[in-house]
């Protein structure tokens, strides 16, 4: 069966950086499509990038200039580089993908951004 597991979240403070991770199995991770979400307290959880198999990006506005998403098909692992971080980019993240006609989760990783 398909799993994510997401890893890399922390406590950070303003203008910090961290790097999440998440480690894909159960499928030929090169030819699927990947993204990262996040959830803040009280909100719908909202896309935040991602990338095609092919290898290009995409990324909401509101990260655009400050997140990085690439993916290591060796690895079946999909990284999100965070720089920059705003207290309001506190969330849990998650991972997804879309395969055979259903969507994948992971269990999340949480980033706190705050002083």
């Known amino acids: 069966q398909v799993q994510l597991v997401e890893s890399g979240g922390g406590l950070v403070q303003p203008g910090g950086s961290l790097r999440l991770s998440c480690a894909a199995s159960g499928i030929i991770f090169s030819i699927y499509d990947m993204g990262w979400y996040r959830q803040a307290p009280g909100k719908q959880r909202e896309w935040v990038a991602g990338?095609?198999?092919?290898?290009?990006?995409n990324y909401a506005d509101s990260v655009k200039g400050r997140f990085t998403i690439s993916r290591d098909n060796a690895k079946n692992t999909v990284y999100l580089q965070m720089n920059s971080l705003k207290p309001e980019d506190t969330a849990v993240y998650y991972c997804n993908t879309f395969v055979r006609s259903r969507n994948y989760w992971g269990q999340g990783t949480q980033v706190t951004v705050s002083p």
């Open positions: 990338i095609t198999r092919a290898g290009s990006t």
